[in-house]
């Protein structure tokens, strides 16, 4: 067997009212002032303001930076590493999904580890020498698991590019998973982020590197999306609960196997057409499952099972046709959208080089051409 690495949060805390753990985790660390890395909406609809309320009541000092976007920027970046600098801060609350943690690992970064102030330099697995500023990461939606993963994602606005960085000093040391933070999320978001858990699910279970310690946490995640997203898309809070649960739950699972070729595709349309991340993910999914079945040994039995489907009696190419169904079933039911309008002939070249350079391509069970890549982009024009 060959040697398998498995890194994970220092400490989690989870269930409705985790927060509340929050200004015990800062007196014990002695840290003094907090950079709070959070989105403008996060803000302005009060989110954000129930971490800060609980470090008001407790006399702790912060200053918050919202200067994030969806898919944030090596601009927001930079701003957010001067910010940090200027604030006075000795540690972070990152607050939001994937693009508040994703800035905010490549600031604390950055802020540790100078040298790689050029944001592009941390693309792959960049060599830092330093853990990342001490960090509380505050998921607000159910699925990215930025708070697990070793893993951010950056948009090079210039070159239409996302790209991967991968550093095992960039995992937040205390993730605080509250269900009462996502409570608020709208309906469209929580699919998208629900789906985006599932391939991230999925695809940590199939990837080249799948091996049984991850397999069975991914599993598991697939067996509480696809008995939970629906509930939660309807805002069931038992559904909530059990979301914010499987979406960490494969992010302590993919952080440490990789991906596959979905994200690499979504990262693409991302970066492009600011498609939102899951929904990206859900559209291409079953499409690229389709297209890894014949590599996936007995896997999708297994998935076709997690996704609540009875395969008894069932052949290998009928339980494998039932797990791409109940992923495609699950998606639409959940109203992710089955095309995406702004996709061009035209873009289909840079598209698939994109898509064919991504990090996460390598992991796929199945590997793809370029002429691969387009013939699957076409799948949603």
């Known amino acids: 067997m060959a040697v398998n690495r498995f890194v994970l949060n220092g400490i989690s805390y989870h269930g409705k009212g985790a927060i509340q753990e929050i200004p015990g985790i800062v007196s014990a660390k002695g840290v003094k002032k907090a950079f709070i890395a959070s989105d403008p909406d996060l803000v302005k609809f009060g989110i954000t303001k129930k971490v800060t309320d609980l470090l008001d009541a407790n006399g702790m000092a912060y200053q918050v930076y919202d200067h994030i976007k969806p898919n ?37 970064i950055i802020i540790n580890n100078p040298e790689f102030a050029d944001v592009r330099s941390l ?8 853990r990342t500023v001490f960090t509380i990461a505050v998921p607000t939606t159910a699925g990215t698991a930025a708070e697990a993963t070793i893993n951010y994602v950056i948009t090079d606005v210039e070159k239409k590019r996302k790209f991967v960085c991968v550093d095992v000093n960039d995992i937040p040391d205390v993730a605080i998973v509250d269900p009462d933070m996502m409570s608020t999320m709208p309906r469209g978001l929580t699919a998208a982020t629900g789906m985006d858990a599932l391939t991230h699910a999925i695809e940590g279970y ?20 696809a008995a939970n997203l629906r509930k939660a898309v309807d805002n069931d809070p038992e559904g909530r609960e059990a979301m914010a649960l499987g979406q960490f739950v494969t992010g302590m699972a993919f952080s440490n196997v990789g991906l596959g070729i979905a994200h690499s595709m979504a990262h693409t349309l991302g970066a492009v057409y600011d498609t939102p991340h899951g929904v990206a993910c859900a559209m291409m999914l079953p499409i690229v499952m389709e297209y890894n079945q014949e590599h996936t040994g007995d896997k999708f039995k297994y998935i076709a099972q997690a996704m609540g489907v009875d395969t008894a009696g069932m052949d290998q190419a009928a339980y494998r046709k039932a797990a791409i169904d109940a992923v495609r079933q ?21 598209l698939a080089q994109s898509a064919a350079a ?24």
């Open 72 to 108: 944030p920027t090596i601009e927001n970046v930079v701003e957010g590493v001067e910010a940090y600098k200027a604030s006075g801060a000795d540690y972070m609350i990152a607050i939001g999904g994937g693009s508040s943690m994703d800035t905010g690992k490549a600031i604390g």
């Open 358 to 381: 991504d990090a996460c391509a390598p992991g796929n069970p199945r590997a793809a051409s370029v002429e691969d890549f387009k013939a699957l982009f076409r799948k949603i024009m």
């Open 330 to 350: 699950l998606s639409v039911d959940v109203g992710i959208p089955t095309r995406l309008e702004a996709m061009k002939e035209e873009d289909l070249e840079f």
């Open 123 to 130: 693309e792959g697995v960049a060599p830092t020498k330093n």
């Open 206 to 225: 199939t990837t080249a590197a799948a091996w049984e310690l991850a397999d069975c946490l991914n599993l598991e995640a697939v067996k509480l999306i």
